[in-house]
């Protein structure tokens, strides 16, 4: 069998500001450097193999609550949100125009303007899975652990999620060639001692 634990990235100034991220490469703030170099991964996970989107704010996540630089991989870099980088969700969303949705509103197939849906980045999630083996630590984005969530869920992302992601929390999925399946709690990290 094999395991995936998926552990968002620590805050950004643009995560506090409610800005959209996506692959705009935006490094962790000072506040999350402290919070996270003060924790880690608990066992068995701080054995498993270490992997990061390529993007910093990930990369130094997992460098501080693993003590070790992660493999990246592109697949798991955060979705292309286009046109809609850099700005306001609730401004978004309060204009019209706009044609901004709320993610329990996308179905598989949503796109913001110029960039990419969900079932795009579950097709490069699903490819690189595939490769897995053993237990693995990915730390990622919201975005792409709503795909990874949804695909074993069987979400489709019309309604309500049926999980909540938090920060600093493993959120592990149990992997056969056959079937998905998440464990019901998320795991907290552990404070380094």
């Given at each position: 069998?094999?395991?995936?634990?998926?552990?968002?990235?620590?805050?950004?100034?643009?995560?506090?500001?409610?800005?959209?991220?996506?692959?705009?490469?935006?490094?962790?703030?000072?506040?999350?450097?402290?919070?996270?170099?003060?924790?880690?991964?608990?066992t068995?996970?701080?054995?498993?193999?270490?992997?990061?989107?390529?993007?910093?704010?990930?990369?130094?996540?997992?460098?501080?609550?693993?003590?070790?630089?992660?493999?990246?991989?592109?697949?798991l870099t955060?979705?292309?949100?286009?046109?809609?980088?850099?700005?306001?969700?609730?401004d978004?969303?309060?204009?019209?125009?706009?044609?901004?949705?709320?993610?329990?509103?996308?179905?598989?197939?949503?796109?913001?303007?110029?960039?990419?849906?969900?079932?795009?980045i579950?097709?490069?999630?699903?490819?690189?899975?595939?490769?897995?083996?053993?237990?693995?630590?990915?730390?990622?984005?919201?975005?792409?652990?709503?795909?990874?969530?949804?695909?074993?869920?069987?979400?489709?992302?019309n309604?309500?999620?049926?999980?909540?992601?938090?920060?600093?929390?493993l959120?592990?999925?149990?992997?056969?060639?056959?079937?998905?399946?998440?464990?019901p709690?998320?795991?907290?990290?552990?404070p380094?001692?």
């Amino acid at each position: 069998m094999t395991r995936l634990a998926l552990l968002r990235h620590g805050h950004t100034e643009w995560n506090r500001a409610g800005r959209i991220q996506g692959r705009t490469d935006i490094p962790l703030d000072a506040a999350a450097e402290a919070e996270l170099a003060a924790q880690k991964l608990p066992t068995p996970w701080d054995r498993a193999t270490l992997w990061s989107s390529p993007l910093a704010r990930a990369r130094d996540t997992a460098l501080l609550v693993a003590g070790a630089a992660p493999q990246t991989h592109a697949a798991l870099t955060e979705m292309d949100w286009g046109a809609w980088e850099g700005l306001h969700g609730k401004d978004l969303r309060s204009d019209p125009t706009s044609g901004y949705r709320d993610i329990e509103d996308w179905g598989w197939h949503y796109t913001p303007p110029g960039g990419e849906n969900p079932e795009t980045i579950r097709q490069r999630l699903l490819r690189w899975v595939a490769g897995l083996s053993g237990d693995n630590v990915a730390v990622c984005h919201i975005g792409i652990m709503r795909v990874l969530l949804a695909h074993a869920t069987g979400w489709d992302f019309n309604g309500p999620a049926p999980f909540r992601i938090k920060r600093n929390r493993l959120f592990v999925i149990d992997m056969t060639t056959s079937d998905w399946t998440t464990l019901p709690n998320p795991i907290r990290l552990e404070p380094r001692i």
